[in-house]
């Protein structure tokens, strides 16, 4: 079951400036005075222009044109916000927690208001926080962080210990032993260093520099070399823990070896002067003075390099004339600098197989090729893109960022095969990341393969059976095997943690009634809490209805609701699934059509094309993919035209998705 915690707003670009937004809510409600969610876009507007009478009275109004309560309170609360008046937002906050205290958005909204201004409220209200929803490892994280800057270093540590025994998170005993480290208790920090990295190895690469700082602070010299030469078996030629290592050679004395890793340095930094000077240093020391000479000279080159970084480099938005500004420089002298800056112009300007080749001339390093990667995906080069990703997991084989950015490509080609191994290597060697479990699960997924999907998610449920988000992937996962026992079984765990979650009591009622116990779920509906929005109870008393075989009523319920509440756009989306069960073609794309129009995501444009081509409706497919192209690109050019960053999710991505999606099912 989808539930919504948010109202959807007919559609407004939101990159246009606030005056320009609010003339075209303003115009829509001329058509229509009473309509509740211009209402309450109006005053959102009306706040971020600083009028603060009008906005909270024309909230006012919403609430009587129909806006529900929770809907009312929560904006209201946005206009305090948005005016900076804290003394107001904390004055409305705590009203409303009286009102509703077990509604975990409010103490919330209070730990933010004061997370950077006073500590000891926003101590108080995580803590209320926690006790509503203990099966969030973020709320014990930012907890940490409270105590961290609270500078008690005492309840700071034993958080740390806390969220490592509830949720196993090795990340929290490396911020312990960096604690440990911090304060010069080199022996504890070791135990926590070590422990952390014998769980998870995808930490980065400062990390694992600060532990061999901190095992060569207790002499701990043969310990360092080891655990180094470990992370470079696992992570490839990485440069930072090649430094570490070699560095540590200096040390130690361990000349050949120094230089062994120095030499390779200088291959993958061939313009780091430092480099150049610890080699030249050390072949002087074993009496090789040609090779000392050689490296002294080229550091005394690169020394001589002309500045690398005229204003026209970063200057933003500019990137015709920085590539022009490149190439001039490139005639006079090379430099990787230089070739660095023109790869990324030469990317941002869409010339991405130019872009790729660039990356490929530069030293192999996992960054470079990265980058090659993915510009030889965006122009569709695919032969020269799986020759690259052999070269990647032959040297960087244990390596979870290229891991991941391999399975996240196979996923886009519509390559589940290929994908499959991959998200299988990051299993094994990284077990407590929930990273490739779930990427591994939605892609047998959108493979048509629900049996795999699940047990993809069982296999990480040893490590993640206490983090709600993670048990909420495996219920849709039995859920859509037809295992309603079993989700509910794992939804009623999850209710025993956190009671008052309005969206664990519904799916609970739902699951119910599957399980053949509907009078159950529907005497569950009576027990929701105050807060608990009347579209998702009428959604899941539907559901109730649907999952009895009496799809007419189920129909006939939100059909009733629609009439009180035509403002609702979630009612499409929920009668759209019921037309499509029914077998009725037709309604079931008339009324995703109207969603999508409504609220022009993405995602919504996605269902819709996916509905499309299951009816066979190709070109209407087709069509609307190409409209959800076109608003992308009006949006990122209105966000480019008034300065302001575009933050909509990737379109381009999702309808190469879908076509690959297509072609795969169509065979």
């Known amino acids: 079951m989808k539930t919504c915690t948010y109202s959807v707003f007919p559609f407004v670009n939101p990159y246009l400036p606030t005056s320009q937004q609010l003339r075209i809510v303003n115009r829509a409600l001329e058509k229509n005075p009473r309509h509740p969610l211009y209402l309450q876009r109006k005053a959102e507007l009306l706040s971020k222009l600083k009028k603060k009478k009008e906005a909270l009275a024309i909230l006012d109004k919403a609430r009587e044109c129909g806006l529900e309560e929770i809907d009312v309170m929560q904006s209201k609360v946005d206009v305090y916000r948005e005016l900076h008046d804290a003394v107001g937002e904390e004055r409305l906050l705590r009203r409303y927690m009286r009102r509703q205290p077990n509604n975990v958005y409010w103490p919330l909204r209070v730990y933010w208001l004061f997370r950077e201004t006073n500590s000891s409220k926003a101590l108080s209200a995580m803590k209320k926080v926690i006790k509503l929803e203990p ?28 969220i490592h025994r509830k949720f196993g998170l090795a990340r929290s005993l490396l911020d312990l032993a960096r604690r440990y480290f911090d304060n010069h208790e080199h022996k504890k920090a070791n135990k926590f260093f070590a422990q952390a990295f014998a769980e998870n190895f995808s930490f980065a690469e400062y990390d694992y520099v600060v532990y061999v700082d901190s095992l060569k602070a207790e002499g701990k010299f043969s310990e360092a070399e ?106 006079q002298y090379s430099s990787i600098v230089l070739l660095e800056t023109k790869a990324t112009c030469l990317r941002e300007l869409g010339r991405f197989r130019e872009a790729a080749k660039v990356f490929l001339s530069l030293p192999p390093t996992l960054d470079n090729w990265l980058s090659a990667l993915e510009c030889l995906r965006k122009c569709n080069d695919w032969t020269s893109y799986y020759d690259l990703a052999k070269k990647v997991l032959m040297k960087f084989p244990r390596n979870f960022r290229a891991l991941y950015v391999l399975l996240e490509d196979f996923d886009h080609f519509g390559k589940p095969g290929k994908a499959y191994p991959i998200a299988d290597k990051i299993i094994k060697w990284y077990p407590k990341d929930q990273t490739g479990y779930l990427t591994g699960s939605r892609i047998a997924r959108s493979d048509g393969k629900a049996k795999k999907a699940l047990a993809y998610l069982e296999r990480g449920l040893p490590y993640h059976k206490k983090d709600l988000q993670y048990e909420e992937h495996v219920i849709n996962a039995l859920s859509h095997v037809g295992n309603h026992d079993r989700a509910l079984r794992v939804v009623q765990q999850a209710r025993k943690r956190a009671p008052h979650n309005e969206f664990l009591l519904l799916w609970e009622a739902v699951l119910l009634a599957f399980v053949g116990k509907p009078k159950k779920g529907l005497s569950l509906l009576d027990k929701a809490p105050s807060w608990t929005r009347e579209f998702d109870l009428v959604h899941a008393h539907s559901e109730i209805l649907h999952a009895q075989g009496r799809i007419d009523e189920a129909m ?62 190709k070109k209407d497919a087709i069509q609307v993919m190409y409209k959800m192209l076109e608003l992308d690109k009006l949006l990122s050019k209105t966000a480019k035209k008034y300065g302001q960053f575009y933050m909509y999710p990737s379109v381009v991505d999702k309808v190469v998705r879908l076509r690959n999606w297509y072609l795969k099912s169509s065979k």
């Open 135 to 162: 099966f969030k490892v973020s709320h014990y994280e930012d907890l940490a962080h409270l105590y961290y800057y609270a500078r008690n270093d005492k309840k700071y540590k034993q958080t740390l210990k806390l």
């Open 226 to 331: 080891k655990f180094l030469t470990h992370a470079i078996s696992l992570m490839g030629p990485d440069e930072g823990i090649l430094t570490a290592r070699a560095d540590l050679f200096m040390v130690t004395d361990q000349v050949k070896k120094a230089i062994a890793d120095y030499e390779k340095l200088a291959v993958l930094q061939p313009e780091n002067s430092d480099v150049c000077n610890r080699l030249t240093a050390l072949y002087f020391s074993i009496g090789k003075n040609k090779k000392a000479h050689e490296y002294a000279k080229r550091a005394s080159e690169i020394d001589k390099l002309p500045s690398l970084y005229p204003h026209v480099l970063f200057t933003q938005g500019n990137e015709r004339e920085k590539l022009r500004e490149i190439n001039k420089k490139l005639k």
């Open 556 to 617: 006939q319920l939100l059909d009733e609701f629609h009439k009180k509440k035509p403002w609702i756009a979630q009612y499409h989306r929920a009668i759209s699934i019921l037309y499509a069960q029914k077998g009725d073609p037709d309604k079931a794309v008339s009324h995703a059509e109207i969603f999508y129009k409504l609220t022009k995501h993405p995602d919504d444009g996605v269902e819709l094309v996916k509905l499309l081509f299951r009816y066979d409706r």
